[in-house]
């Protein structure tokens, strides 16, 4: 029985842990002014959820050597929602019709970043917050008005990017 019990928990530690899908960063100064670079104690931001689930929380950081060239830091949270709509005239209805959805709702915050006199970019830390089931089922309406939305499941991402002024990628890429 006690043999039963471990192998159950350890199961269900390795599925916890490869739910836990960690964040991909990527830096690429090529998409920077020449010479840019972390600043000496500083690095790479790190993008987390909060423990409510929707909310995504980065770091800040500091980036030398970008001279004049301002920069646009954005963090987009989305919830992608898939459920269904149907008539509640009675589940055993035969002509009760579900249609299936997925609606996916954005939330982005974004700072317009000027660097210092002395060519530093300090990039704060961002946060933003991803739509709720209960704020997105206030405003979704099913085709039919007399149907009933339900989600049966919500997914949230999210994408930080840092861009520099005259770049056409970020430097500063994060998704989650």
Sequence with gaps: ?????????????L????AAVPALAVTN???APQGAHYRQGFAEPVCTFGADGLTVNCTGTQIAGVGNTNATQTLAVTSTFTGTCSNPAGANNPNNPIEPFTEAETTTTSNQLLPNRNGTLVV??????????EEFLATFECPNPQWEATVASTDVSFLYTLTFAGETAPAISITG
């Design 15 to 18: 599925v916890t842990a490869l």
């Design 29 to 31: 100064f090529d998409n």
């Design 1 to 13: 029985m006690l043999r039963k019990f471990g192998i159950i928990a350890v199961l269900s530690l």
């Design 124 to 133: 704060p830390a961002i946060s933003a917050t991803a739509t709720s089931s």
